[in-house]
């Protein structure tokens, strides 16, 4: 209801005061100027003191710029610290594979050495074997010994019937003969002994040769 009745101030006994609140006149149809204020224009507020335009609104692009650029800084120091660390890893990786081989090396090395020392010892072995002094206790030495240097990879080679290959034969003795067509080995002198394609010592043999 627009209207709404008051007590009149002035005079106690008289009835309620009638006010007329309806913005539109009944009679005129105009509007009413009821003296009351409305809220400013939202272009007013935005000019409010104190008040900043796109306030809370986040970071401008100045900052957003920054941000950015210190991302990327970011990213390449992650990928210069990704290439170092490769790099270190490949270092690493080669060096194990020189340790490793420059073990061998030497592991092999030193077994050479004592198997060349033993040679002599596995001569005496060879020519008791066949004169049949290799018997008893000696001869369970000797094939210890045989067994333990096989097992360490020497290796004896050289046979009666061989052909002759000065890559791993050296004559001491030479002779023609009418029962070979090439150049054979006729006599062992001396056993080779070889531990894989090394030769640590050729096969001192007796060549014959056709006539």
């Known amino acids: 209801m627009t209207d709404q009745r008051t007590p009149n101030p002035e005079d106690p006994d008289a009835g309620p005061v009638i006010r007329d609140r309806r913005r539109i006149d009944p009679l005129t ?17 935005a000019s409010a003191p104190g008040v900043m ?12 710029d920054l941000l950015a650029r210190e991302l990327e800084d970011l990213r390449v120091k992650e990928a210069g610290l990704l290439e170092d660390l490769q790099r270190l890893q490949a270092e690493y990786v080669n060096y194990r594979r020189r ?15 004592v198997l060349e020392q033993l040679l002599p010892v596995l001569d005496d ?6 004169h049949g002094d290799l018997d008893g206790a000696f001869k369970t030495v000797a ?8 097992r360490l990879g020497l290796e004896r080679y050289g046979q009666v019937g061989d ?3 000065p890559a791993v034969h050296e004559a001491l003795m ?32 007796a060549v014959a040769e056709p006539s």
């Open 174 to 205: 030479h002779e023609h003969s009418d029962e070979v067509s090439t150049a054979t080995c006729v006599q062992i002198l001396f056993p080779g002994y070889r531990v894989g394609d090394r030769i640590l010592r050729a096969a001192r043999v």
């Open 125 to 130: 072995v060879g020519r008791a074997r066949d």
């Open 143 to 150: 094939e210890n010994l045989e067994a333990t240097v096989g």
């Open 29 to 45: 149809g105009e509007v009413r100027d009821t003296g009351q204020r409305s809220d400013p224009p939202a272009s007013q507020q």
């Open 99 to 113: 340790v490793d081989r420059d073990r061998d090396v030497a592991r092999d090395l030193a077994v050479v050495g």
């Open 53 to 64: 335009p796109g306030a809370g609104a986040g970071p401008g692009n100045g900052e957003a």
């Open 163 to 165: 052909p002759f290959d």
